[in-house]
């Protein structure tokens, strides 16, 4: 009786003990950071949660931004499309990773997306995605690369 009662306690503190997050889940974990950095207005966090030479690929031209100041360059183009167009109040919902995936100093991570702005003083939104590669530098995990997809705005 005594047997039978150790191993349920046994069990009963091994399903008890939280797992502790592995490679993808810290990788994740950044890019939410990142995301909700930005949804704030916080460019500067923006700018910091990218790797060098960092890789961007988004809905308006020049599609592709690349090198050192890609994120900052990103930034100002953004701006002048939504300037262009008339979009302002800009915010990126996102939910749980449809997958994350992480090998070593790298994760690969896709989040479902809604991107819900005003345009002409009427909301609109896109359903889409963004997907992340991470790499880890140092203790951090940084934006090796983005691309956001996402349907036509409605």
């Not at 910091?48 to 360059?73: C, L, S």
């Not at 919902?93 to 002409?120: C, E, H, K, L, N």
Request: aromatic residues 12%; hydrophobic residues 45%.
């Amino acid at each position: 009786m005594i047997r039978h009662a150790m191993i349920f306690l046994a069990a009963t503190v091994a399903f008890c003990v939280p797992a502790s997050a592995g490679p993808a889940d810290d990788a994740t974990a950044a890019v939410v950071t990142w995301m909700d950095k930005f949804n704030a207005g916080d460019m500067n966090a923006f700018n910091a949660g990218h790797a060098q030479n960092a890789v961007i690929v988004d809905e308006f031209a020049p599609y592709m931004w690349t090198g050192a100041d890609a994120p900052k360059r990103w930034i100002e183009d953004y701006g002048k499309d939504a300037a262009a167009n008339g979009i302002s109040n800009g915010h990126m919902d996102y939910a749980t990773p449809i997958r994350a995936d992480a090998s070593g100093t790298a994760a690969y991570i896709v989040m479902p997306t809604i991107y819900r702005f005003q345009q002409g003083g009427k909301k609109k939104s896109a359903a889409g995605s963004m997907t992340f590669v991470m790499t880890k530098a140092g203790n951090d995990w940084k934006i090796a690369s983005w691309t956001y997809s996402a349907t036509a705005p409605k």
